[in-house]
C-alpha cells in the first residue's frame, strides 16, 4: 500500500503546475472563453510590458492560427518614441490589426482640451470609450492587475461597463473558480483581465522564462530628466521642465510605462532581466505607486476614472 501511495504521488508530482504554468493555464482559458463568447473583442495594446505579456499569451492561446482579434491603442501624443516604435513593430512581426485613437485629434477638433498640467492620461477616456462603441467591440482586454493599485483589485476579471463605458463595482458578478459571465445588454460590453491575478515579479519572472523582447527603457539607461513631486520625469516637448525645474542625466529605467508627462522613472542600474528581477522582488512598492503622477491626483483618482471609463 505504502509503495503503491508513493508511485501516486510520484505520478502527480510529474504533472504539477508550476506557479507561472498556473497562471498562464488560466490566462489561455480567458482568451479562449471570450472567444467563444463574444462578437468582436479587441485587445489593448500600448506596447508596455503588461499588454506585451498579453498579447504573447494570447499568441499561445490560438496557436498555430492567427490571434482572432484586433488591437487598439490610445496614443496620447506624449507616448515613449521607443515605445510606439516596438508597438509598430509587433504588429507589423505578427500580421496584426492596430486601431489607434488619438488624443491629439481630439484636442484638434475641439473636444478635449489641454491640462495644466500638461499631462493628457487622463484625456484618455473619451478617446477610448468613443472607439469602442464605433467598432462595436463587445469584449476589451486590458493588462490590469490586482496588485497595482486598490481599485484594480476589487475588479473582477471580467467587468462588465454599461453603455457609456462606466464601471459600477455594486453591478459586479461572482466569478467562482473558472466560470466567467458574459452577457451583456446590447450597447453594454465586458473589459476583461487575464492578468489579473499576476504580480509584477510573476510578470517578469515570465518575461524571462519566455524571452519575451521588450522597449529599451525597461532596462537601465542614460535619460535627460528632472525632479517633480518626487518623480524623475522625461523632459520633452510636452511641457517640462517649467522654471525652476532643472534638467539632469541620471542612470533610470521605467518600472511603467504610459503618459510621458505623469510617468516616472527610478534610479536603477539593472541592465539584465536578472537584475531587474532581483530590483523588483525587494520593492515594497507597486510600480503604480511608485511612479505614476496620475494616481496621486487624490485617494480614488483610479476608481474615478474606471468609472467614466477608464482601462
Known amino acids: 500500500m505504502t509503495a503503491t501511495v508513493r508511485a501516486a504521488e510520484a505520478a502527480g508530482s510529474l504533472f504539477?503546475?508550476?506557479?507561472?504554468?498556473?497562471?498562464?493555464?488560466?490566462?489561455?482559458?480567458?482568451?479562449?472563453?471570450?472567444?467563444?463568447?463574444?462578437?468582436?473583442?479587441?485587445?489593448?495594446?500600448?506596447?508596455?510590458?503588461?499588454?506585451?505579456?498579453?498579447?504573447?499569451?494570447?499568441?499561445?492561446?490560438?496557436?498555430?492560427?492567427?490571434?482572432?482579434?484586433?488591437?487598439?491603442?490610445?496614443?496620447?501624443?506624449?507616448?515613449?518614441?521607443?515605445?510606439?516604435?516596438?508597438?509598430?513593430?509587433?504588429?507589423?512581426?505578427?500580421?496584426?490589426?492596430?486601431?489607434?485613437?488619438?488624443?491629439?485629434?481630439?484636442?484638434?477638433?475641439?473636444?478635449?482640451?489641454?491640462?495644466?498640467?500638461?499631462?493628457?492620461?487622463?484625456?484618455?477616456?473619451?478617446?477610448?470609450?468613443?472607439?469602442?462603441?464605433?467598432?462595436?467591440?463587445?469584449?476589451?482586454?486590458?493588462?490590469?492587475?490586482?496588485?497595482?493599485?486598490?481599485?484594480?483589485?476589487?475588479?473582477?476579471?471580467?467587468?462588465?461597463?454599461?453603455?457609456?463605458?462606466?464601471?459600477?463595482?455594486?453591478?459586479?458578478?461572482?466569478?467562482?473558480?473558472?466560470?466567467?459571465?458574459?452577457?451583456?445588454?446590447?450597447?453594454?460590453?465586458?473589459?476583461?483581465?487575464?492578468?489579473?491575478n499576476w504580480t509584477e515579479l510573476d510578470v517578469w519572472q515570465y518575461i524571462q522564462r519566455e524571452a519575451i523582447d521588450l522597449p529599451a527603457i525597461y532596462y537601465a539607461h542614460h535619460r535627460e530628466v528632472f525632479a517633480r513631486n518626487g518623480m524623475w520625469l522625461t523632459a520633452g516637448d510636452w511641457g517640462g521642465p517649467k522654471e525652476p525645474e532643472t534638467v539632469e542625466t541620471r542612470l533610470i529605467r521605467y518600472r511603467t510605462v504610459g503618459d510621458m508627462s505623469c510617468t516616472g522613472a527610478v534610479d536603477s542600474d539593472a541592465v539584465t532581466i536578472d537584475q531587474v528581477i532581483t530590483e523588483v522582488a525587494a520593492s515594497r512598492l507597486t510600480e503604480r505607486g511608485a511612479t505614476r503622477a496620475d494616481d496621486k491626483m487624490s485617494e480614488a483618482a483610479m476608481e474615478d476614472r474606471k468609472r467614466e471609463g477608464y482601462f
Do not use: C
Open 16 to 196: 504539477a503546475l508550476s506557479h507561472l504554468d498556473s497562471l498562464e493555464s488560466e490566462a489561455v482559458h480567458i482568451f479562449r472563453e471570450v472567444a467563444g463568447e463574444f462578437e468582436r473583442p479587441v485587445i489593448l495594446f500600448s506596447g508596455g510590458k503588461d499588454s506585451i505579456v498579453m498579447l504573447h499569451l494570447a499568441l499561445k492561446a490560438f496557436a498555430p492560427a492567427p490571434v482572432p482579434f484586433t488591437l487598439l491603442h490610445v496614443d496620447t501624443g506624449h507616448n515613449f518614441p521607443e515605445v510606439l516604435a516596438y508597438r509598430d513593430r509587433v504588429v507589423a512581426e505578427h500580421g496584426l490589426r492596430l486601431h489607434v485613437a488619438s488624443v491629439q485629434d481630439y484636442i484638434d477638433a475641439g473636444k478635449l482640451r489641454e491640462r495644466p498640467d500638461g499631462t493628457r492620461n487622463p484625456l484618455q477616456t473619451v478617446p477610448l470609450t468613443e472607439a469602442i462603441q464605433h467598432h462595436r467591440f463587445d469584449a476589451v482586454f486590458g493588462g490590469g492587475r490586482r496588485d497595482e493599485e486598490k481599485a484594480r483589485a476589487k475588479e473582477r476579471v471580467f467587468s462588465l461597463r454599461d453603455e457609456f463605458s462606466q464601471w459600477d463595482p455594486r453591478r459586479q458578478r461572482p466569478e467562482l473558480w473558472q466560470l466567467y459571465n458574459g452577457r451583456h445588454a446590447p450597447g453594454e460590453h465586458v473589459r476583461v483581465f487575464p492578468l489579473s
